[in-house]
């Protein structure tokens, strides 16, 4: 409950921080939001269900294609709806997740580092892929992506503003965040616990192992799938890096900054290292991104729990779950 | 045929390379269960000490020489800093030995900058028999992969030290408990293994283009090959080498490196969901 209540309260002040930081910062921060809700996936799939995906930008991007190519209505001129859009990105996403899930799941199935390095090679295939798909803009990616349009019974309102789009994406990342905070700690998050620590025990309960890694693995894709639809309308491209390998390794760095059991300090340590690298890497230069291998290893080594867990943990007075 | 020998040959020279990559890597995996992901850098490094040496008008085998001694330096740096302190929490290793690369690989545009380098060849002469002819580097660096490889081999299958090895490989409780210093073996493979990096990249600098991303382009087939030829045996590297890097080589000159490159870790994944224990068998990790 005092998790929520954390929650609640970094969201509160995620709502005031428009009127502090000005519109450049605006529209900054609703990008990091929709990098939050990329590290919450990946936070879902790893820290709760134990799957090191090391490709999660897979879903992100394929998300974000889906979005652009539905809404420039390159499929269908008549199917540009948002709506659409939104869900065809989510459950292209998804399907794509069950695919791949099921082909490393089943039978006696890839775990652990052998998993982390498939996921690795699939985020480098798509990503060389998709810079050689030129009917989907190759390395140039696809131009042009209108941004969200709202419709309620026949009203409808697009997404210019930075300040309108920075509330709704807030308003999406903490429904996303509320509702899998819900799910998690439901009977299906007890599950999940044991799918990661125990899977033969569960087994032997009578459990359908492969059943729940598959639906986690395909819930994280969706919501990274999310994600990369949201993205795309922001800067109105989708290019091959949204896809691949770099946005992969990011997240990773993200969510091990933050946590990888905790949503919300994975969500954080999003928000704070993009936050971080805008300021620093203007201070550091080229030196920035030396600095960040190393903090990271330091942090890995030092502090496995992450570095913005333990403050947290304080503060939420538990395991934060 | 005439044709044909040549593109054998060149398929066989990164084979070979492949294969050092992937051996390197799995000594230090099947050894302490690390996986290192700053392996690809290391190799990079390598070919870098290449550069370096060329730069400072060192013979080209005088960079070869010093490769693996600097490499394996900065290996036993890595050990005795970083994965040390984490051989028990085998996943944390992927993610700091990550941190390492990204490190690493900035650390060389910081020293040599972003752009790719090129390092001439030290002999330029080939070898001519008849219609036929082939540079003699590359028949050179053939020659010293194998020889690198099969001394690996015999240190690991002939030697007292690769009779420890093993036994830490298996048993590594009772093996500590016999009086084998497993740390000191954990150090000594490390250090045998990121050498093997550092001179592959040395070797196969003059023939391709020195840049500070070109390590993840081995790590990854590096790794493939170690999951496709099955972890357990030595030999396994072998077969997985040769598929992933037979396959890679030969779709990029009969179709193109894009369909090459989707295929082969297409296949790749195929094998190693069908067989996960690879193709030549062994133990997997958990």
Redesign the interface.
């Given at each position: 409950m005092r998790n929520n209540l954390i929650a609640l309260l970094v969201f509160a002040i995620l709502a005031a921080a428009p009127i502090l930081i000005g519109g450049y910062w605006t529209g900054q921060l609703t990008a990091y939001l929709v990098y939050g809700l990329l590290a919450m996936s990946l936070s879902l799939v790893w820290g709760y269900g134990g799957i090191?995906c090391f490709g999660q930008a897979m879903f992100f991007g394929i998300g974000g294609y889906i979005m652009a190519v539905l809404t420039k209505g390159m499929i269908a001129p008549e199917l540009t709806s948002s709506y659409l859009g939104l869900i065809a990105a989510m459950a292209g996403s998804a399907l794509f997740a069950l695919a791949l899930g099921y082909?490393?799941f089943a039978?006696?199935?890839?775990?652990?580092?052998?998993l982390?390095?498939?996921t690795?090679?699939?985020a480098?295939?798509l990503e060389?892929?998709m810079?050689?798909w030129y009917a989907l803009g190759g390395y140039n990616g696809l131009l042009n992506v209108p941004p969200i349009k709202l419709t309620f019974f026949g009203a409808s309102y697009e997404l210019w503003d930075r300040t309108a789009t920075f509330y709704a994406g807030r308003a999406v990342v903490a429904l996303v965040y509320f509702l899998v905070t819900w799910l998690l700690s439901s009977a299906y998050g007890l599950k999940l616990t044991a799918s990661r620590t125990h899977p033969d025990r569960l087994a032997s309960l009578g459990y359908n192992v492969l059943t729940i890694r598959l639906s986690v693995f395909a819930l994280s894709a969706a919501i990274a799938g999310l994600a990369g639809a949201i993205f795309v309308t922001l800067d109105g491209f989708a290019s091959p890096t949204l896809i691949g390998?770099t946005l992969s390794?990011d997240a990773?760095?993200w969510v091990?900054f933050g946590v990888k059991e905790m949503l919300l300090a994975a969500f954080l340590g999003a928000i704070l290292t993009r936050t971080a690298e805008s300021w620093l890497s203007e201070i550091f230069g080229?030196?920035w991104?030396?600095i960040?291998?190393?903090?990271?290893?330091i942090s890995?080594?030092l502090l496995?729990k992450g570095l913005l867990a333990t403050p947290l943990e304080k503060l939420t007075g538990g395991k934060g779950r | 045929m005439s044709e044909l020998i040549p593109i054998i040959l060149d398929v066989s020279s990164y084979i070979l390379i492949l294969v050092l990559v992937a051996l390197g890597l799995m000594i230090v995996?099947g050894m302490m269960g690390v996986?290192n992901m700053a392996h690809g850098e290391l190799f990079m490094i390598g070919a870098y000490v290449t550069v370096a040496a060329q730069g400072a008008g060192l013979p080209l085998m005088a960079g070869v020489l010093l490769a693996p001694v600097v490499v394996g330096f900065l290996g036993l740096l890595i050990e005795a800093a970083?994965v040390r302190?984490?051989y028990l929490?085998?996943?944390?290793t992927?993610?700091?030995t990550?941190?390492?690369?990204?490190?690493?690989?900035?650390?060389v545009?910081?020293t040599f900058g972003p752009e790719s380098h090129s390092v001439t060849l030290p002999i330029d002469g080939s070898l001519e028999i008849g219609a036929f002819s082939y540079p003699l580097y590359r028949l050179l660096l053939m020659a010293t992969s194998i020889l690198l490889i099969g001394g690996t081999f015999w240190l690991f299958t002939r030697t007292d030290f690769g009779l420890m090895a093993r036994a830490v490989i298996a048993r590594p409780d009772t093996a500590a408990s016999l009086g084998i210093d497993t740390r000191r073996m954990y150090r000594w493979s490390f250090v045998i293994g990121t050498a093997l990096a550092g001179l592959a990249g040395a070797l196969v600098a003059p023939i391709i283009s020195v840049d500070p991303q070109m390590g993840?382009g081995y790590l990854?087939p590096g790794?493939?090959s170690i999951?496709v030829g099955g972890a357990g045996p030595l030999a396994g590297v072998l077969v997985g080498g040769a598929v992933v890097g037979g396959v890679n080589n030969l779709l990029a000159i009969w179709i193109s490196p894009?369909a090459a490159?989707?295929t082969v870790?297409?296949i790749?994944?195929l094998i190693?969901?069908l067989k996960?224990e690879g193709i030549m068998g062994g133990r997997?990790?958990?």
């Open positions: 090191l082909f490393l039978g006696r199935g890839i775990s652990g580092a052998y982390a390095i498939i690795l090679a699939m480098l295939v060389r892929l810079n050689n390998f390794t990773l760095i091990a080229e030196y991104i030396l960040l291998g190393i903090a990271f290893m890995v080594v496995p | 995996f996986i970083l302190h984490i929490r085998p996943l944390d992927i993610l700091a990550w941190g390492l690369s990204i490190a690493l690989k900035q650390l545009v910081l993840l990854v790794f493939l999951l894009v490159l989707i870790y297409i790749a994944i190693i969901r996960p997997r990790a958990k």
